[in-house]
Every structure is written in structure tokens, then in C-alpha cells.
């Protein structure tokens, strides 16, 4: 069974532009959520994402945004980058909502803001 | 203070022996308790989740909840080399929905 797929795995982008990150779920899953890795402050949560609609949204700047399509893979968007922004971005996959739900991550997608 | 506070460590534990790691957290009313083991450069990855008071056992690995306290262990017995990673917390409290995680401990076990 295929695990969570993030892309791309690395990203070199400049202050000021914008990048979308992508996850594919495992097969059958369909929560699908975002986090934000640094050094500094951690795993942060950014939003996930059920059905095709966001349920719960983590304390970012508008800048960042997501969605979720049909077959449940996620996007998530990060406009007018800042060097702030450079950190390890997470998706975790879920078969569904609720307490008692595990949670599996993706290898992640390294972004770098120059 | 933090929602969910582990010590960053590093924990140095010779191999063979049992490497304990804790974490403490803030909202009374958090429902699950999960494990995550990151190694440098990859993502974390589930090893143990646990929902009720007590004990559970999976292998090499213990959880233990303590609800009244608001207090949750991870228990790794006969210590290897490549437990040698970092050790996230993470907790979903009763109306989240989310993983909220500690800051990691890292564990280092010594040949």
C-alpha cells in the first residue's frame, strides 16, 4: 500500500513569489492535513482538509491557503514568500476525522526562501 | 504555557537499556495521546498511540497515560542503536481535531 506522497522535495524559491506544495493520501483516506517544521518552533498546524472542505485552520497569516480535490489530494499555497517561510512542510493523511483517527505523514516537502 | 511540553533532551541512554521519555500536557479534556519517531532529515513517523489510562505494550515499546495528572510516558526497552532519533508528542484534544505536538525529545542511545 502506498504511503503519503509529497512534491516536489525540495523547493528554492525568492522572497516575494509564490508556491503550491501537493500530497496524495494513502489510498482510501480522506483527511488530509498540513503542518509547518522549523527548528525554532516546530510542528505547527496549518489546516486540514475533509471532503473536500477545510474543518480547521491553524494560526498563519491569510498567506497561506490549501484545498482539497475529489480523489482527496491536497494542495496547499504559500503567497509573497518570506525568508520566514523557509521550513519543512508536512502532510499527513487520515482514513478519517475524529479523535481516535492515526495519522501519517509524507516525506515532506523542504522549502527554501532566498 | 506550552499545550504539550516535552524535555528536549538530548537523553543519552546506553544501549540495552530502557530509554524513558515524557510528556506533559495542558488541556484536561485532550481525548488521544500519539508517539512519533523522526529521524534527521525524514518525517515523523507513528509508533504508538494510546487513548485510555494505563498501559499499552507493542513490542520493545510501552505507552502510559496518566489522565489525572495529564501526563504520558513512551517506555523503550533493550535500547538500540537505531532508536537513536528525535521523540515527538503529540496530543488531540476534545474539540481540536488536531495534532498538536511537544517539541520533540532527542534520544541518543550509546553502543
Known amino acids: 500500500k502506498a504511503g503519503v506522497t509529497q512534491t516536489p522535495r525540495y523547493l528554492i524559491k525568492t522572497r516575494g513569489q509564490q508556491v503550491t506544495l501537493s500530497c496524495s493520501p494513502i489510498?482510501?483516506?480522506?483527511?488530509v492535513s498540513w503542518y509547518q517544521q522549523t527548528p525554532g518552533q516546530g510542528l505547527q498546524f496549518l489546516f486540514e482538509?475533509?471532503?473536500?472542505?477545510?474543518?480547521n485552520k491553524g494560526n498563519f497569516p491569510g498567506r497561506f491557503s490549501g484545498r482539497q480535490f475529489s480523489n482527496s489530494r491536497s494542495e496547499m499555497n504559500v503567497s509573497t514568500l518570506e525568508l520566514g517561510d523557509s521550513a519543512l512542510y508536512l502532510c499527513?493523511?487520515?482514513?478519517?476525522?475524529?479523535?481516535?483517527?492515526?495519522?501519517?505523514f509524507g516525506q515532506g516537502t523542504r522549502l527554501t526562501v532566498v | 504555557q506550552k499545550e504539550v511540553e516535552q524535555n528536549s533532551g538530548p537523553l543519552s541512554v546506553p544501549e540495552g537499556a530502557i530509554a524513558s521519555l515524557n510528556c506533559t500536557y495542558s488541556?484536561?479534556?485532550?481525548?488521544?495521546f500519539f508517539w512519533y519517531r523522526q529521524y534527521s532529515g525524514k518525517s515523523p513517523e507513528l509508533i504508538m498511540f494510546?487513548?485510555?489510562?494505563g498501559d499499552k505494550e507493542d513490542g520493545r515499546f510501552t505507552a502510559q497515560l496518566n489522565k489525572a495528572s495529564q501526563y504520558v510516558s513512551l517506555l523503550i526497552r533493550d535500547s538500540q542503536p537505531s532508536d537513536s532519533a528525535t521523540y515527538l508528542c503529540?496530543?488531540?484534544?476534545?474539540?481540536?481535531?488536531?495534532?498538536?505536538f511537544g517539541q520533540g525529545t532527542r534520544l541518543t542511545i550509546n553502543p
Open positions: 499527513a493523511s487520515s482514513f478519517t476525522r475524529g479523535l481516535n483517527t492515526e495519522a501519517f
Open positions: 489510498s482510501g483516506h480522506r483527511s
Open positions: 482538509y475533509f471532503s473536500e472542505t477545510q474543518r
Open positions: 488541556d484536561r479534556g485532550s481525548q488521544s
Open positions: 494510546i487513548y485510555s489510562n
Open positions: 503529540a496530543v488531540v484534544g476534545r474539540g481540536a481535531q488536531k495534532l498538536v
